[in-house]
């Protein structure tokens, strides 16, 4: 409807808005800023620089309200702005000062209540996603970036609210979204942290909807990123495919062909990157699980639709085109294209 009103109309909704943004009832005011983060998000106005960076303005200014309610509308409306700035970030960005101020308000909303967590986390996650090579000269920026991801890392471990959890395992996909972050120069070796504690949790999470965002995290990085932790992500995908099927929650059921779904796609991924130096080993770690894995895979190959399924085709015929340099190697991809070279269901 905002789109289609006269120019007139759409200044005087945002000029009632902005107004009410200085309101003495926080209620008010947190309910205006919440109202320009979702028109932040329209067509015409998240290309508008200027009301972009008002809006941020605004909620920095109201952000450290006493009140959690108000602190909650407002981190949320917090990370719907910097949504806006991904959407446009090929075209234009707010200023470094500004950006850097929502840094670290979302830092400090890592320490606060949980339904601010929620919110700040995930906008940790896009902002991280936002940094440039040459933000990564900076040493203010590579200490921005390190407490983020230490933070965010922190939660995972530490925090028992699963939507906190879930946002993080989001956030960490995003940051894999950023070649600049994979950087051998960075001497934070962020991945020591970040790969072993979403392999601990697509393992052992008791919340399937967290197991399942943790995964999605390996569906992003190239062979040479995964680096050393290749074989610990290939095996811990593979081992939580084979205990999907073990609920000690009733609840989660109704999560575990999704969380298969997952698994599977993400397996998929690490094969596509897979070289001829990672066969065998792939091979060793699978062999015991191999005819539970073959079970589960084709469980998801006859459940995926048609054009779903050229995921798991494609991964089988990665695997027969790997150039092997040993007999060794092509006994093993002839083991791995025999566990997920799928089978059809004609029944």
Known sequence: ??????????????????????????????????????????????TDLCFVENTIESILRIIKDPNVLQRTKASWALGNVVDALLMVRETQSINEK?????????????????????????????????????????ATWLKLFEESVQNLHNLLINCGNVKVKWNVCYSFASLMKNSNCFDASLKFKWQELVFPSLCNT??????????????????????ENFSTFFLEIWSCLLVSLEQSNNLTDFNEYKH????????????????????????????????????????NWNRVFNR????????????AEKLKSIACKSSEQKNSVEILVSCFQPTENLF
């Open 304 to 315: 995926w639709l048609p054009e779903c399924q050229g995921k798991i085709l494609s991964a």
């Open 256 to 295: 575990r062909d999704t969380l298969q779904d997952q698994l599977c796609s993400s397996i998929c991924h690490l094969i596509s990157v897979a070289t001829a130096d990672d066969v065998v080993q792939m091979k060793n770690e699978v062999f015991p699980l191999i005819d539970i894995t073959k079970q």
């Open 98 to 138: 500004l950006l850097k101020q929502i840094f670290e308000t979302s830092l400090e909303g890592t320490a606060d209540n949980d339904r601010v967590k929620v919110n700040a986390v995930r906008t940790i996650g896009n902002l991280l996603t936002l940094l440039t090579s040459n933000h990564f000269k900076e």
């Open 202 to 223: 697509i393992r052992s999470s008791p919340n399937f909807k967290v197991r399942i965002n943790a995964s999605i995290a390996f569906t992003i990085p190239s062979r």
């Open 1 to 46: 409807m905002f789109e289609k009103l006269e120019h007139q109309k759409q200044i005087l909704l945002i000029s009632i808005l902005t107004g009410s943004s200085y309101d003495d009832d926080a209620s008010v005011k947190s309910s205006a800023i919440r109202a320009l983060a979702v028109y932040v998000l329209f067509p015409s106005l998240r």
